[in-house]
């Protein structure tokens, strides 16, 4: 006997016949005649070469075959029933894995709030927290590999974006920089090596650059780095400059010794979005997951 040959419907019939003992409540349970229940037993006793239950008296007794097979069958058909109408999702109960590629300004800026967040509205669950640049690695939000991410991406096909908050970005120096003293004019600016940024995906360098050729400046670049932190540990370190989020420098100006440095540049401004594939948004796990987040932003925006 082939499971692919197999009705799974007389394993359901069978799963009931054994939990009432009696064909007669378990065609009134499943909505079908006695007779219909008597042959879809008879069909399964032959595919499995045993008689499965014994009528006694009015009732019917399981032979040691459907013993065995009563606790199996039962958690098989609970478990289909659970893959087809969903998991029961209980944000106090659930141990499913989250995971959440971000930024690394959101790193260390906002994680510990966010950990903090989950523990308290699903304590049980995991977040496994990856790098913004793991996306396109990963084969991005489509992919199974990445729930949802924060960063500076945007809204495209498939892809559904929620706002959060709005980054200003800012130049930093080290404290004891030898040429700037306080405002730096348009010359001095231009004269300044920078540490660039690679940020990935979104609009972030399009706008730092949009914002210097306005002014007509260029930018003399002297580093390339991939993250934030790795350029305010550049610039700690040396006469370079670099733009930076202002909320992660306000986290790692005092432990780098940075300062903000004054220009006569337009404001720069990047938003960050809360980003998820349509594949992941009916989920209930997931959707518990994005309101967490949205609402956490939320509340820092109010400045609590």
């Known amino acids: 006997m082939s499971l692919a040959t197999l009705d799974l419907n007389l394993l359901h019939m069978l799963d009931t016949v054994l939990a009432e003992r009696s064909v007669a409540r378990a065609a009134r ?3 079908v005649t006695p007779s219909a229940v008597s042959n879809g037993l008879a069909r399964l006793r032959a595919a499995l070469d045993d008689p499965l239950l014994i009528r006694s008296g009015r009732g019917v007794v399981p032979t040691p075959r459907a013993v065995a097979l009563a606790p199996a069958l039962a ?9 087809i109408h969903g998991d029961g999702f209980d944000p106090a109960t659930t141990d499913r894995e989250l995971t959440l590629a971000i930024a690394d300004v959101v790193q260390v ?4 709030r966010i950990v903090a967040a989950l523990a308290a509205k699903m304590p049980r669950a995991r977040v496994r927290v990856l790098s913004i640049d793991t996306l396109a690695a990963s084969g991005g939000l489509a992919g199974p590999e990445i729930d949802v991410s924060i960063g500076a991406g945007e809204k495209g096909p498939g892809i559904r974006a929620q706002r959060l908050y709005e980054e200003h970005i800012v130049l930093v120096a080290r404290a004891g920089h030898p040429t700037i003293r306080g405002r730096v004019t348009k010359a001095q600016l231009a004269a300044l090596r920078h540490v660039e940024v690679q940020i990935a995906p979104g609009r972030g360098n399009r706008d730092l650059a949009a914002s210097y050729a306005a002014l007509g400046v260029g930018r003399d670049i002297a580093v390339v780095v991939p993250t934030f932190t790795a350029a305010a540990a550049i610039v700690a370190a040396t006469d370079l400059v670099a733009s930076l989020p202002g909320s992660l420098v306000d986290v790692l100006a005092p432990r780098f010794a940075l300062r903000r440095v004054a ?3 337009a404001p720069i401004d990047t938003t960050l979005n809360l980003l998820w594939h349509d594949r992941t948004h ?23």
């Open 109 to 112: 800026v906002k994680l510990p």
């Open 29 to 31: 349970r499943l909505h």
């Open 263 to 265: 220009t006569p540049l």
């Open 282 to 304: 009916q989920d209930p796990a997931q959707r518990a997951f994005r309101d967490l987040l949205a609402a956490l932003f939320r509340k820092s925006r109010r400045g609590s």
């Open 75 to 83: 958690r098989a058909l609970r478990d289909l029933d659970q893959a």
